[in-house]
T-cell receptor, first 114, second 114 residues
């Protein structure tokens, strides 16, 4: 089945620790995105990548880092510099630049700082 | 910044009734998209309406777009318990090359009472 997979579903982080959230897609999409969702809120864009080996900051990139070494994969690292990391993280993909079509989402990773 | 704003924030109706939710936005767009999110899950794309379209149907869903008022509405007819979810509008601003700045509103929480 084609789709976008996030792992893990739940993640617990200690204060001062970096953690990496995985996002993989087999839809052959060029573009991938990371969003953060807080309770009762909409989605805020953290980072996006329109093509392999390229990525851009979104609206709330501070304290996060990404890489895009493969078309299928767009991992997000939540660093210790992110002061309030507890949130629901959503990865998405779409066909990419010069196309204006829908985004496909993973099932999300819920990150909790303990 | 939030481009789309949904109204109402929450809506409860009896099963079988129609549900209407609205979205307002601020800048010119390529298209407007509606998504559904079940609690604790990822977003699922429902329907996309392009800026040159005024109305679109998909099953029990009807979407309208008024670019002069910068607003859209989503109508769900003959609601079912399974329609209980949060509904988000997302706008693809005219400045986008692709979906890099697909901007989500804060959502309408719809509850269908059996």
């Amino acid at each position: 089945d084609g789709g976008i997979t996030q792992s893990p579903k739940y993640l617990f982080r200690k204060e001062g620790q970096n953690v990496t959230l995985s996002c993989e897609q087999n839809l052959n999409h060029d573009a991938m995105y990371w969003y953060r969702q807080d309770p009762g809120q909409g989605l805020r864009l953290i980072y996006y990548s329109q093509i392999v080996n390229d990525f851009q900051k979104g609206d709330i990139a501070e304290g996060y880092s990404v890489s895009r070494e493969k078309k299928e994969s767009f991992p997000l690292t939540v660093t210790s510099a992110q002061k309030n990391p507890t949130a629901f993280y959503l990865c998405a993909s779409s066909r990419g630049q010069n196309t204006h079509t829908e985004a496909f989402f993973g099932q999300g990773t819920r990150l909790t700082v303990v | 910044s939030q481009q789309g704003e949904e109204d109402p924030q929450a809506l409860s109706i009896q099963e079988g009734e129609n549900a209407t939710m609205n979205c307002s936005y601020k800048t010119s767009i390529n298209n407007l998209q509606w998504y559904r999110q079940n609690s604790g899950r990822g977003l699922v794309h429902l329907i996309l309406i392009r800026s040159n379209e005024r109305e679109k149907h998909s099953g029990r869903l009807r979407v309208t777009l008024d670019t002069s008022k910068k607003s859209s509405s989503l109508l769900i007819t003959a609601s079912r318990a399974a329609d209980t979810a949060s509904y988000f509008c997302a706008t693809d601003p005219i400045s986008n090359f692709g979906n890099e700045k697909l901007t989500f509103g804060t959502g309408t929480r719809l509850t269908i009472i059996p």
